[in-house]
């Protein structure tokens, strides 16, 4: 036998890839197994059944995973993380397009769709918001260089005015602006409703916004505190103008050639 064979058939070499097979293997399943803690479970398009156990592997067992603001978040959930969308399949087989219900930018579904994150405010790591309005932070100012976008009217898509800036909404994390807050006009009901900055084109005399009209400004998802915005609602807000993108008018939805 030759240096290193434990028996004639059998040595050290062979072994360690053995062993290395092994490892890999168990390294696959096991990252199959945990990546499954978000996303799942699954839902049929169609049925709207809930697959508890998809594929081989099946899923993993509920794990806690301790935060250290929003208390213990268990994963996988037991209920789907899909946002249930107003829409419905436009053929019979899975993974067919879905067709808006009424509103389609309220819809969730295309550039509408959203992710159902957690239903409170992203944090700094001394637990504060991330964003609030420049209003509570004493110490933020726009630069003397920039426009301050506070009292220019917000014009959509249309050419018609939607309601004026009252507000800048910062990031305290990064130092920038995320939202500018805005009051729609009276014949849109007066509400108070958020733009996203990146939506957001500042003009010396206006802001324009090319994703919704000017009378859309009205049904833009409304936010539950005045001092501070949560995730869940930042993926609404959000939602709302990506939607608009594609349904703020038919001719959107229409093929360019």
Do not use: C
Request: hydrophobic letters at 40%; charged letters at 20%.
């Amino acid at each position: 036998m030759g240096t290193g064979a434990i028996t004639q058939y059998v040595d050290l070499a062979q072994l360690i890839l053995y062993v290395f097979w092994a490892f890999f293997f168990g390294l696959i399943y096991y990252l199959t197994l945990e990546s499954k803690r978000e996303g799942f479970p699954l839902e049929y398009d169609q049925a709207g059944k809930i697959r508890r156990n998809p594929g081989l592997i099946g899923m993993p067992p509920p794990k806690v995973f301790k935060t250290q603001f929003h208390g213990d978040v268990l994963n996988p959930r037991s209920e789907p993380l899909d946002v249930i969308s107003n829409a419905r399949p436009a053929h019979r087989f899975n993974g067919a397009p879905l067709e808006p219900i009424g509103n389609p930018m309220l819809a969730a579904v295309g550039p509408g769709s959203y992710a159902n994150r957690p239903d409170y405010p992203d944090v700094t790591f001394e637990g504060q918001p991330v964003i609030v309005p420049m209003r509570i932070l004493p110490g933020f100012a726009v630069a003397k260089p920039d426009i301050d976008p506070r009292g220019l009217p917000v014009i959509g898509a249309d050419g018609a005015r939607g309601g004026v800036i009252k507000e800048i909404w910062v990031d305290r994390a990064e130092m920038v602006i995320r939202y500018l807050e805005l009051e729609t006009t009276a014949e849109n009901g007066s509400r108070k409703v958020m733009l996203p900055m990146n939506f957001a084109r500042v003009q010396s005399k206006k802001i324009a916004v090319e994703s919704i009209l000017g009378k859309q400004f009205a049904e833009v998802p409304t936010i539950k505190s005045q001092d501070q915005i949560t995730m869940l609602e930042e993926e609404r807000v959000m939602a709302y103008y990506g939607g608009g993108t594609l349904y703020a008018t038919p001719e959107r939805r229409e093929p360019l050639i």
